[in-house]
Nanobody, 131 residues
Framework: VQLVESGGGLVQAGGSLRLSCAAS????????IGWFRQAPRKERELVAF????????YYADSVKGRFTIWGDNAKNILYLEMNSLKPADTAIYYC?????????????????????????WGRGTQVTVSS
């Protein structure tokens, strides 16, 4: 799977940004795709993800109510709409995906994927929120 992010930048606290991830090369219609982020001197953490197995989405507590993940199936683009941004959101944001064998169900997938559950990563895009 090939993933290419765009849309990062510098924004003031309280502002908004939309990240995009152009995805291609899935070998199965069953996959998870989402966003991780990594701030300086911190571990990479899950922000949000979407599963095609059942259409479910997941958000980290730190972004619930502020971030929205959604996709344009016709264009094969995943978006992350980020509102009410805080300096703590400053990080490199990575698009991440993993496809599963045809017929896989949500029960065979991690409830909350970690970095070790990801098969493919984008190169990342920097998001900087100034106070």
């Amino acid at each position: 799977v090939q993933l290419v992010e765009s849309g990062g930048g510098l924004v003031q606290a309280g502002g908004s940004l939309r990240l995009s991830c152009a995805a291609s090369g899935f070998s199965s219609p069953v996959y998870t795709i989402g966003w991780f982020r990594q701030a300086p001197r911190k571990e990479r953490e899950l922000v949000a993800f979407f599963s095609t197995a059942d259409g479910s989405t997941y958000y980290a507590d730190s972004v619930k109510g502020r971030f929205t993940i959604w996709g344009d199936n016709a264009k094969n683009i995943l978006y992350l709409e980020m509102n009410s941004l805080k300096p703590a959101d400053t990080a490199i944001y990575y698009c991440a995906a993993r496809d599963y064998p045809v017929g896989s169900t949500i029960s065979t997938m991690p409830n909350v994927p970690g970095p070790a559950d990801v098969a493919d990563w984008g190169r990342g895009t920097q998001v900087t929120v100034s106070s």
